[in-house]
Every structure is written in structure tokens, then in C-alpha cells.
């Protein structure tokens, strides 16, 4: 059954629509956005029970960051890089879980999570330094996930590397405002943050390799659930891809919706251009098989995860080569029905040209990399243990 959150934002969507223009013109998303998607609960859908969330099948996520996507890129976007963040919080510290959630179930966690900073131990916790770039759906956030390296008592990272995450409140780190100026998903407001020597309690923090294992974090919160027994890497992608299949939709319906009655220069109608409507039956059937490739990827490791089997590595492997292979099928899809769409499709006030820029920007996201991804899977189905940089990201 269709899960209530996806039910409300199909029954938001005229209003979500309604919101992408001036989203983008902002560079962030607009009050409006932001009450719709709290007022669908789409945020709220990875979120642990005892504090207000749904703790959904990650299935029932998915299906609702692409069904808000195919509204609004930007706003899709940043649910799923944003609805994401309750999942990892869960596996938290309880004391942290009650700061962020305690008074507002509805709070919001940016993040990024590239290391892109130094922690460097002090007395109950971390000092912590750095800038990190694409903090998507920022303003609209309280606290911040941040990706670090584990410093030595200089400040200088340790060898071999070991990455945290942490997390801070707003009052401990500054947004640069003028560092999102993008092509495509401009509305998601994917800014640098900058945090200069904040302290860090060390409860707010948590080793990455435990969270990238699943079941590790999971037992050490106590959370029996199943969703917070899966791995990292199948988690944060699945937000991400997600965001990306539904932009392809919505596409795909406004291409279908100018298409109907367009007529091109000249004189045929392309209700009877056969090669037209041939590329249009393509691109749909492609797009439907990324999402149901995705969603199939997902929910056979919560099977394996609520059947108490370790996901391996080989599993990983195989739905992260199938997850990225989505995204490229999905947006290779637009291209091909937007390369038909006539030199109208490119004026501003025609929907597609957004959904089309979109589309490419969420493809440029690292957990869309094919290449060293595919390497280490085509070595894992021979046989083969894949070794150093190639089990990164996996």
C-alpha cells in the first residue's frame, strides 16, 4: 500500500508545482515549499518513532522524494539529501536525538558529509575547523551533519585517514550566502559552510566506518528497527537517485503535456510523427526501469536486514552499480525526449528546460561516479576481492 506521506504530496503536488519558479529565482526553497513538504511529513519519514517519525520502509522514502521531485526538482532535491539525516541521527546518542528533536519533531539536519575539515581532539570532544561545500536545503536547517578527519593533536590529519561525522547546532557555523550560483537545482540553496574552532562535545559525534556498516551503529543506539540496520552507502545514495528518477518524471509528463497538441515548423503533428512518439515510449520505458531497479535494489537489503542476514559487500556492490546505472539511464532518458521538444523547450517559461538542467546537476553528484564503482563490482561478480580505493563509496 501507498504510504500516507507519498499520498499527501500527490495531493500537494498542484501546490509544490506552484513553487518551483520562485524557488529557483530565490536559490533556496520558498516559505511555501518548506510548509508543504513539513505539512506532508516527507522529512519526517526516516525519522525513529519515539520522536515523532514514521521509521518508513526506505522504500516508502524513496517513492516520496521522487513524487515531490517530479514537481519540483529543487524541493525533491533537498528531501532527499535532507530526509536522509533522520536516519543517521537515530543512530545517535540519545542526549543529541532530544537536543534536535526534543521541542520539535519537526526540526531539520543539513549536512555535507565529505570530510572537508579537521577535528582535532580536546578535553570531552573535538575542536573542529573547516569549509565545506553543497549544504543543501541549509537555510532551512537547525543542525548540520559534517563529514571531518580525525586531527592529531596539531590539527594535522592522522594517517591512515579515520572520518567522523559530527554534528553542531546552527550558532556554530556561518553560511556563505553568495556560494550557490549553479546552472540547475538552484532552489536547493546547496551552500558552503564555514565552521572556525566550535567545540564539539563528543557525544555529537560518531566514527563513519560504524554508520557505513549498518548494524554496528544500529546496536550500539539500540534501535531494533530494521531500517537503521542498513549500510550508510545504500542509504544516503538512495535519497539522491531518488531526486533524480523523479525529476526525469516530471520530465517525461511535461513533455508528454506540450507534445499533445504541438505542431513542428513543418506542418506535422506530432501525434503523427512516428519517430517522436518511438523516442517518447523509450525514454518512459527507461525511466520506469530506474525506478523500479532503485526500489527492487532497496528493498531486497531490508529483506535481507529484517530477515537478520548480513548484507556483504558483494551485496552493497551490486545495488550501489545498479542505484548509479539508474540515475545515468533516467537522465540519458530526458535527453532524448528533450532533443525533440523543438526550440520552444529552451524559453524560460517552458517547464522542461528546468527539469532538463536539473536532471544533469543531480547527475554530477559523487554518488553518481560510474567509474572506479564499476571497476570494483565487475571485479566482485568474478570473484574478485576488490581492494583499497576501490571499496570507497560501497
Same mark, same amino acid.
Given at each position: 500500500?501507498?504510504?500516507? *506521506?507519498?499520498?499527501?504530496?500527490?495531493?500537494?503536488?498542484?501546490?509544490?508545482?506552484?513553487?518551483?519558479?520562485?524557488?529557483?529565482?530565490?536559490?533556496?526553497?520558498? %516559505?511555501?515549499?518548506?510548509?508543504?513538504?513539513?505539512?506532508?511529513? *516527507?522529512?519526517?519519514?526516516?525519522?525513529?518513532?519515539?520522536?515523532?517519525?514514521?521509521?518508513?520502509?526506505?522504500?516508502?522514502?524513496?517513492?516520496?522524494?521522487?513524487?515531490?521531485?517530479?514537481?519540483?526538482?529543487?524541493?525533491?532535491?533537498?528531501?532527499?539529501?535532507? &530526509?536522509?539525516?533522520?536516519?543517521?541521527?537515530?543512530?545517535?546518542?540519545?542526549?543529541?536525538?532530544?537536543?534536535?528533536?526534543?521541542?520539535?519533531?519537526?526540526?531539520?539536519?543539513?549536512?555535507?558529509?565529505?570530510?572537508?575539515?579537521?577535528?582535532?581532539?580536546?578535553?570531552?570532544?573535538?575542536?573542529?575547523?573547516?569549509?565545506?561545500?553543497?549544504?543543501?536545503?541549509?537555510?532551512?536547517?537547525?543542525?548540520?551533519?559534517?563529514? =571531518?578527519?580525525?586531527?592529531?593533536?596539531?590539527?594535522?590529519?592522522?594517517?591512515?585517514?579515520?572520518?567522523?561525522?559530527?554534528?553542531?547546532?546552527?550558532?556554530?557555523?556561518?553560511?556563505?550566502?553568495?556560494?550557490?550560483? *549553479?546552472?540547475?537545482?538552484?532552489?536547493?540553496?546547496?551552500?558552503?559552510?564555514?565552521? %572556525?574552532?566550535?567545540?564539539?562535545?563528543?557525544?555529537?559525534?560518531?566514527?563513519?566506518?560504524?554508520?557505513?556498516?549498518?548494524?554496528?551503529?544500529?546496536?550500539?543506539?539500540?534501535?531494533?528497527?530494521?531500517?537503521?540496520?542498513?549500510?550508510?552507502?545504500?542509504?544516503?545514495?538512495?535519497?539522491?537517485?531518488?531526486?533524480?528518477?523523479?525529476?526525469?518524471?516530471?520530465?517525461?509528463? =511535461?513533455?508528454?503535456?506540450?507534445?499533445?497538441?504541438?505542431?513542428?515548423?513543418?506542418?506535422?503533428?506530432?501525434?503523427? %510523427?512516428?519517430?517522436?512518439?518511438?523516442?517518447?515510449?523509450?525514454?518512459?520505458?527507461?525511466?520506469?526501469?530506474?525506478?523500479?531497479?532503485?526500489?527492487?535494489?532497496?528493498?531486497?537489503?531490508?529483506?535481507?536486514?529484517?530477515?537478520?542476514?548480513?548484507?556483504?559487500?558483494?551485496?552493497?556492490?551490486?545495488?550501489?552499480?545498479?542505484?548509479?546505472?539508474?540515475?545515468?539511464?533516467?537522465?540519458?532518458?530526458?535527453?532524448?525526449?528533450?532533443?525533440?521538444?523543438?526550440?520552444?523547450?529552451?524559453?524560460?517559461?517552458?517547464?522542461?528546460?528546468?527539469?532538463?538542467? %536539473?536532471?544533469?546537476?543531480?547527475?554530477?553528484?559523487?554518488?553518481?561516479?560510474? &567509474?572506479?564503482?564499476?571497476?570494483?563490482?565487475?571485479?566482485?561478480?568474478?570473484?574478485?576481492?576488490?581492494?583499497?580505493?576501490?571499496?570507497?563509496?560501497?
Amino acid at each position: 500500500m501507498t504510504h500516507e *506521506v507519498v499520498n499527501r504530496v500527490a495531493e500537494l503536488s498542484g501546490q509544490l508545482a506552484a513553487t518551483a519558479e520562485e524557488t529557483e529565482r530565490l536559490g533556496k526553497l520558498s %516559505d511555501e515549499s518548506v510548509k508543504l513538504i513539513r505539512q506532508a511529513g *516527507v522529512m519526517r519519514l526516516l525519522q525513529p518513532a519515539d520522536f515523532g517519525g514514521y521509521a518508513a520502509h526506505p522504500r516508502d522514502f524513496a517513492e516520496a522524494v521522487m513524487a515531490v521531485a517530479r514537481h519540483c526538482g529543487s524541493t525533491g532535491w533537498v528531501c532527499g539529501v535532507g &530526509g536522509v539525516h533522520p536516519w543517521e541521527m537515530a543512530l545517535m546518542d540519545r542526549r543529541l536525538q532530544n537536543e534536535v528533536w526534543g521541542e520539535n519533531p519537526d526540526t531539520w539536519i543539513a549536512s555535507p558529509y565529505a570530510a572537508q575539515g579537521v577535528a582535532t581532539p580536546a578535553d570531552g570532544g573535538y575542536t573542529l575547523r573547516g569549509r565545506w561545500n553543497f549544504s543543501s536545503g541549509t537555510d532551512h536547517c537547525d543542525w548540520i551533519f559534517l563529514g =571531518a578527519l580525525l586531527g592529531d593533536a596539531d590539527g594535522n590529519p592522522v594517517m591512515p585517514p579515520a572520518v567522523l561525522h559530527v554534528v553542531l547546532p546552527r550558532t556554530d557555523y556561518t553560511i556563505v550566502d553568495d556560494s550557490w550560483d *549553479v546552472i540547475g537545482l538552484q532552489g536547493t540553496g546547496s551552500k558552503d559552510v564555514v565552521v %572556525d574552532g566550535a567545540f564539539i562535545p563528543a557525544y555529537r559525534t560518531i566514527e563513519f566506518d560504524a554508520v557505513a556498516a549498518g548494524e554496528i551503529a544500529a546496536e550500539r543506539a539500540g534501535r531494533t528497527e530494521t531500517v537503521y540496520k542498513l549500510p550508510f552507502w545504500a542509504m544516503f545514495p538512495l535519497g539522491i537517485t531518488s531526486a533524480v528518477i523523479g525529476i526525469a518524471e516530471g520530465a517525461l509528463a =511535461a513533455h508528454l503535456d506540450y507534445q499533445r497538441d504541438r505542431v513542428t515548423a513543418m506542418g506535422t503533428k506530432i501525434k503523427d %510523427d512516428p519517430y517522436v512518439l518511438s523516442a517518447i515510449s523509450e525514454a518512459a520505458a527507461d525511466i520506469a526501469a530506474s525506478r523500479t531497479q532503485l526500489l527492487d535494489g532497496i528493498s531486497r537489503l531490508y529483506d535481507q536486514a529484517e530477515a537478520g542476514k548480513t548484507i556483504t559487500f558483494e551485496d552493497r556492490s551490486l545495488v550501489r552499480r545498479n542505484q548509479v546505472r539508474c540515475a545515468w539511464r533516467a537522465v540519458s532518458a530526458v535527453d532524448e525526449i528533450f532533443a525533440r521538444s523543438g526550440g520552444n523547450a529552451v524559453r524560460r517559461q517552458n517547464v522542461m528546460q528546468r527539469f532538463w538542467r %536539473d536532471a544533469h546537476v543531480g547527475l554530477q553528484h559523487a554518488i553518481h561516479t560510474p &567509474g572506479s564503482l564499476y571497476h570494483s563490482t565487475a571485479l566482485t561478480i568474478m570473484g574478485i576481492e576488490p581492494e583499497g580505493p576501490l571499496r570507497a563509496m560501497i
